[in-house]
């Protein structure tokens, strides 16, 4: 059928035209792909309707096909399931789509299911079947694990991924697969498998090809990917010092420069200040109400810890143009109906080019409007990163997000998801399963394994009756015992965070939750902030802190497990092609105004020592009274930094006997000893080589502590680990310890163990970054090496060695022994 021939598409067109709007070109396209049943991906920049692309196409294709009464039809089944990444995004894209939906003059209705979901509203939604669901990941799952399950989605048309690049490249990416596989297998068996279609929604990211081919799998067929031709114009400034500390530390300028930013709120419509962590946002919220007191109430704080009802009131507020500015974290990167945002402030390098541009297109979030982004940088080398992301951004180069393969603790917990709802016949789901992206390559001895692990516990533990959870009936999977199906329910799901404790008032108000290992370390009386407020800790009861409102000035500033994101790749890779062009000018200004206000920095770096181009790699050893520094610069990240730290630190100690304390960033890393470092032209290059790369990184890092560790999650995730109840009090490490135990007996008695095989598999892949590190010394081994012998610390070096001393010093202290070595260093250079 022909798009502008069918009804539908002329009464979308008529109320479009009617708001004094028309379809773009990439959204037409769509809807003839949806009416013609095919499947694919939208990519199109932040603000240009790809949402409306693929709900606007499920309207268009109902209209269809009843065009004399589509406005009267009732209860019509589901028809679209909307899988959504975010609660928050969930409640905008609802809103947005009942608007629509009324203004058509349809019968339609949107339900909405997520954690925040009553259980009143799911029984609901369970007895009249809303035409539209918007879900997460997991609580898609969990529809899944319900008896007759298949009833639910019967007469779906569409299934829509939204911000499809959000999810590529994690654990819930893989659970939105292994769903897609359960409906499209549902449908096969009832012979209806032409009649739906698959459809991502995309903004930023590198591998567009492959993020769809991972999304339609199940169908086995190609699918298509709809780019919108249309550029969006962003406009990014950076807010500079107004003297550039020749010697900069992390963090340390950030604040300092706050007051910079109350003129770009008071002139702006709305604002959103983005910081990378939790504890930082909430001393940039107290920063600004005390700098402009005047915008007490105007200013409010939003992140992942907050609780949900003033989420939902700042999300509201902002929605209605009630605040001023926000100051908020990923937990409003994606959004769809924030129109009076115009102004977006990041704090600090958000160190991947997708991520800033995904948050800066959070402003002029409306087709052919401008996003304006202002960067500020944490301390001084972070204008450099500034500078790289304005030329990452003219090139398009835009980070791509790897697809997880064989993620076996998924699987496990999908299996006990199907057999706690109708149960599962094994070589049926087993197909299904194969059709997936993620597990394409599982063989059927693993299979087998797995099958074996869920109903005998597997080899090591089939002793203990608490992992035989499933029971093989007529052929059927199943998980007869209701308190261990129970378990299974409260646990579905792939993020495993820190044992969070509610922290509440007196009067037992909620004001959000803190991690357990942050709070453990606090004594009665002791003042932190949260929500923006002090609160004084009162006592920690089961899983509560009870707190009171302080009226103290010093406060502790919490912070969340997982904060520090490390520098991309991509943006890694025009860094250095930044200091091709510091090294290469000579004379003249720098075009870019970043690298122009860091001259003297430069200069300073020059005289000491060197600034390496982008086939380069500068080493610099240095002595003071604190030992024998080696400092290294590849610029890659501080993952990849920890793990060719470690392997260079190894390979050193098997020429002579040595120790080395490591500090690194995402510049680079230091190695300190007592003793001289054998690192020179006669073996650098051997050093950095990547030959016998695995055998000498499991040699150099507590490879084995390390998937200790990852193994919890993966425990977690796969049911061998038991969280408690809602309200219990299991502590994070007693979780550990259950989990270590676990990790110790398949060590010894199942060391073939899939799970094992995964925890080791992980620790090399995300947090070694392996093939990163690889390509990385390969790219060292084939360029240029230059080593440098200063006679002080250099302006590069200077926020790596102020890392290394973070651990042992209080943060005045801290404050103080920098300002001391900043004068000192400065004096030097006078001489």
Same mark, same amino acid.
């Given at each position: 059928?022909?798009?502008?021939?069918?009804?539908?598409?002329?009464?979308?067109?008529?109320?479009?035209?009617?708001?004094?709007?028309?379809?773009?070109?990439?959204?037409?396209?769509?809807?003839?792909?949806?009416?013609?049943?095919?499947?694919?991906?939208?990519?199109?920049?932040?603000?240009?309707?790809?949402?409306?692309?693929?709900?606007?196409?499920?309207?268009?294709?109902?209209?269809?096909?009843?065009?004399?009464?589509?406005?009267?039809?009732?209860?019509?089944?589901?028809?679209?399931?909307?899988?959504?990444?975010?609660?928050?995004?969930?409640?905008?894209?609802?809103?947005?789509?009942?608007?629509?939906?009324?203004?058509?003059?349809?019968?339609?209705?949107?339900?909405?299911?997520?954690?925040?979901?009553?259980?009143?509203?799911?029984?609901?939604?369970?007895?009249?079947?809303?035409?539209?669901?918007?879900?997460?990941?997991?609580?898609?799952?969990?529809?899944?694990?319900?008896?007759?399950?298949?009833?639910?989605?019967?007469?779906?048309?569409?299934?829509?991924?939204?911000?499809?690049?959000?999810?590529?490249?994690?654990?819930?990416?893989?659970?939105?697969?292994?769903?897609?596989?359960?409906?499209?297998?549902?449908?096969?068996?009832?012979?209806?498998?032409?009649?739906?279609?698959?459809?991502?929604?995309?903004?930023?990211?590198?591998?567009?090809?492959?993020?769809?081919?991972?999304?339609?799998?199940?169908?086995?067929?190609?699918?298509?990917?709809?780019?919108?031709?249309?550029?969006?114009?962003?406009?990014?400034?950076?807010?500079?010092?107004?003297?550039?500390?020749?010697?900069?530390?992390?963090?340390?300028?950030? %604040? $300092?420069? *706050?007051? +910079?930013?109350?003129? #770009?709120?008071?002139?702006?419509?709305?604002? !959103?200040? /983005?910081?990378?962590?939790?504890?930082?946002?909430?001393?940039?919220?107290?920063?600004?109400?005390?700098?402009?007191?005047?915008?007490?109430?105007?200013?409010?704080?939003?992140?992942?810890?907050?609780?949900?009802?003033?989420?939902?009131?700042?999300?509201?507020?902002?929605?209605?143009?009630?605040?001023?500015?926000?100051?908020?974290?990923?937990?409003?990167?994606?959004?769809?109906?924030?129109?009076?945002?115009?102004?977006?402030?990041?704090?600090?390098?958000?160190?991947?080019?997708?991520?800033?541009?995904?948050?800066?297109?959070?402003?002029?979030?409306?087709?052919?409007?401008?996003?304006?982004?202002?960067?500020?940088?944490?301390?001084?080398?972070?204008?450099?990163?500034?500078?790289? %992301? $304005?030329? *990452?951004? +003219?090139?398009?180069? #835009?980070?791509?997000?790897?697809?997880?393969? !064989?993620? /076996?603790?998924?699987?496990?917990?999908?299996?006990?998801?199907?057999?706690?709802?109708?149960?599962?016949?094994?070589?049926?789901?087993?197909?299904?399963?194969?059709?997936?992206?993620?597990?394409?390559?599982?063989?059927?001895?693993?299979?087998?394994?797995?099958?074996?692990?869920?109903?005998?516990?597997?080899?090591?533990?089939?002793?203990?009756?608490?992992?035989?959870?499933?029971?093989?009936?007529?052929?059927?999977?199943?998980?007869?015992?209701?308190?261990?199906?129970?378990?299974?329910?409260?646990?579905?799901?792939?993020?495993?965070?820190?044992?969070?404790?509610?922290?509440?008032?007196?009067?037992?108000?909620?004001?959000?939750?803190?991690?357990?290992?942050?709070?453990?370390?606090?004594?009665?009386? *002791?003042?932190?902030?949260?929500?923006?407020?002090?609160?004084?800790?009162?006592?920690?009861?089961?899983?509560?802190?009870?707190?009171?409102?302080?009226?103290?000035?010093?406060?502790?500033?919490?912070?969340?497990?997982?904060?520090?994101?490390?520098?991309?790749?991509?943006?890694?890779?025009?860094?250095?092609?930044?200091?091709?062009?510091?090294?290469?000018?000579?004379?003249?200004?720098?075009?870019?105004?970043?690298?122009?206000?860091?001259?003297?920095?430069?200069?300073?770096?020059?005289?000491?020592?060197?600034?390496?181009?982008?086939?380069?790699?500068?080493?610099?050893?240095?002595?003071?009274?604190?030992?024998?520094?080696?400092?290294?610069?590849?610029?890659?990240?501080?993952?990849?930094?920890?793990?060719?730290?470690?392997?260079?630190?190894?390979?050193?100690?098997?020429?002579?006997?040595?120790?080395?304390?490591?500090?690194?960033?995402?510049?680079?890393?230091?190695?300190?000893?007592?003793?001289?470092?054998?690192?020179?032209?006669?073996?650098?290059?051997?050093?950095?080589?990547?030959?016998?790369?695995?055998?000498?990184?499991?040699?150099?890092?507590?490879?084995?502590?390390?998937?200790?560790?990852?193994?919890?999650?993966?425990?977690?995730?796969?049911?061998?680990?038991?969280?408690?109840?809602?309200?219990?009090?299991?502590?994070?490490?007693?979780?550990?310890?259950?989990?270590?135990?676990?990790?110790?007996?398949?060590?010894?008695?199942?060391?073939?163990?899939?799970?094992?095989?995964?925890?080791?598999?992980?620790?090399?892949?995300?947090?070694?970054?392996?093939?990163?590190?690889?390509?990385?010394?390969?790219?060292?081994?084939?360029?240029?090496?230059?080593?440098?012998?200063?006679?002080?610390?250099?302006?590069?070096?200077?926020?790596?060695?102020?890392?290394?001393?973070?651990?042992?010093?209080?943060?005045?202290?801290?404050?103080?022994?920098?300002?001391?070595?900043?004068?000192?260093?400065?004096?030097?250079?006078?001489?």
């Amino acid at each position: 059928m022909q798009l502008q021939k069918s009804e539908g598409y002329k009464i979308i067109h008529e109320w479009l035209l009617s708001k004094g709007l028309s379809a773009f070109p990439f959204q037409e396209k769509t809807w003839q792909h949806i009416i013609n049943h095919q499947s694919g991906l939208v990519n199109a920049p932040t603000g240009f309707g790809k949402t409306y692309a693929v709900f606007l196409g499920a309207l268009i294709q109902f209209i269809n096909q009843y065009p004399a009464d589509y406005n009267k039809r009732k209860n019509n089944k589901l028809q679209l399931l909307w899988i959504s990444p975010l609660r928050a995004l969930a409640k905008d894209v609802g809103r947005a789509m009942e608007e629509t939906i009324e203004a058509l003059g349809m019968n339609w209705k949107v339900g909405i299911r997520n954690g925040d979901t009553t259980v009143s509203e799911r029984q609901k939604q369970q007895r009249n079947i809303p035409e539209i669901l918007v879900i997460t990941p997991e609580s898609l799952h969990l529809l899944l694990a319900q008896k007759n399950n298949a009833a639910f989605f019967t007469g779906l048309k569409i299934i829509a991924v939204d911000e499809w690049h959000e999810l590529l490249g994690s654990k819930r990416g893989v659970q939105v697969e292994l769903a897609i596989s359960r409906i499209i297998g549902q449908r096969k068996i009832l012979n209806e498998i032409n009649d739906i279609s698959v459809w991502g929604i995309s903004a930023t990211i590198g591998n567009l090809t492959e993020a769809k081919d991972v999304l339609v799998s199940s169908l086995n067929k190609e699918g298509v990917i709809i780019r919108a031709a249309l550029n969006k114009r962003t406009e990014i400034s950076s807010i500079l010092p107004d003297e550039i500390e020749k010697y900069p530390w992390a963090g340390h300028l950030g %604040l $300092k420069l *706050a007051d +910079k930013i109350i003129p #770009i709120i008071k002139q702006s419509n709305t604002t !959103l200040v /983005f910081i990378n962590t939790r504890g930082m946002s909430e001393r940039w919220y107290q920063a600004i109400v005390t700098i402009a007191p005047e915008l007490s109430g105007l200013v409010a704080l939003h992140h992942g810890s907050m609780e949900h009802e003033i989420r939902t009131w700042v999300e509201e507020s902002l929605h209605k143009q009630k605040l001023k500015a926000v100051v908020c974290t990923a937990s409003l990167d994606l959004g769809v109906d924030f129109r009076p945002v115009d102004t977006v402030i990041q704090v600090g390098s958000p160190k991947g080019v997708a991520r800033f541009l995904q948050r800066a297109g959070r402003s002029g979030h409306q087709p052919g409007e401008t996003s304006n982004i202002y960067f500020l940088p944490t301390h001084s080398l972070e204008l450099i990163e500034a500078a790289a %992301l $304005k030329t *990452a951004i +003219k090139k398009n180069v #835009i980070e791509s997000r790897q697809p997880m393969l !064989l993620c /076996f603790d998924v699987l496990i917990q999908y299996l006990c998801t199907l057999a706690t709802g109708d149960g599962f016949i094994a070589e049926q789901i087993f197909n299904e399963v194969k059709q997936t992206y993620c597990y394409k390559e599982i063989t059927e001895e693993e299979w087998q394994y797995l099958l074996h692990n869920i109903t005998q516990g597997g080899v090591a533990l089939q002793q203990y009756d608490e992992f035989k959870k499933v029971e093989i009936e007529n052929g059927i999977y199943k998980i007869k015992n209701r308190a261990i199906a129970m378990r299974h329910r409260l646990h579905i799901g792939t993020i495993v965070s820190e044992a969070m404790l509610k922290v509440k008032l007196m009067n037992g108000r909620y004001i959000g939750v803190i991690e357990e290992w942050f709070i453990s370390r606090l004594e009665p009386g *002791a003042v932190f902030t949260l929500s923006g407020r002090n609160l004084e800790l009162i006592t920690i009861k089961d899983m509560d802190v009870i707190v009171k409102q302080s009226s103290s000035k010093k406060t502790i500033v919490p912070s969340w497990q997982g904060g520090r994101m490390p520098l991309s790749a991509n943006l890694g890779a025009m860094l250095r092609k930044m200091f091709d062009k510091v090294a290469e000018k000579k004379t003249g200004k720098f075009e870019e105004i970043e690298l122009e206000v860091l001259k003297p920095l430069f200069q300073l770096q020059q005289q000491l020592s060197a600034i390496p181009q982008a086939n380069e790699l500068l080493i610099e050893h240095i002595e003071t009274k604190d030992g024998f520094h080696v400092f290294v610069y590849p610029f890659e990240g501080r993952l990849v930094h920890e793990a060719m730290a470690a392997l260079l630190a190894y390979r050193i100690a098997t020429i002579i006997p040595i120790t080395f304390s490591i500090a690194m960033n995402d510049y680079g890393f230091e190695l300190l000893s007592d003793k001289p470092v054998p690192l020179d032209d006669s073996n650098v290059y051997e050093l950095f080589s990547i030959d016998n790369l695995l055998a000498d990184i499991q040699q150099s890092v507590n490879s084995v502590e390390m998937a200790k560790r990852k193994f919890r999650d993966i425990a977690v995730i796969g049911g061998l680990v038991f969280q408690g109840y809602p309200g219990e009090y299991k502590k994070a490490r007693h979780l550990q310890s259950s989990s270590s135990l676990i990790f110790s007996v398949l060590s010894e008695y199942e060391k073939d163990s899939l799970l094992l095989r995964q925890a080791y598999q992980e620790v090399f892949d995300q947090q070694m970054e392996e093939v990163r590190l690889r390509n990385a010394l390969q790219r060292i081994s084939s360029g240029k090496i230059i080593v440098r012998f200063p006679g002080q610390l250099t302006p590069f070096c200077f926020p790596i060695k102020v890392d290394s001393m973070r651990e042992n010093l209080t943060s005045e202290k801290l404050e103080e022994r920098i300002l001391r070595m900043q004068q000192q260093l400065e004096k030097e250079n006078r001489k």
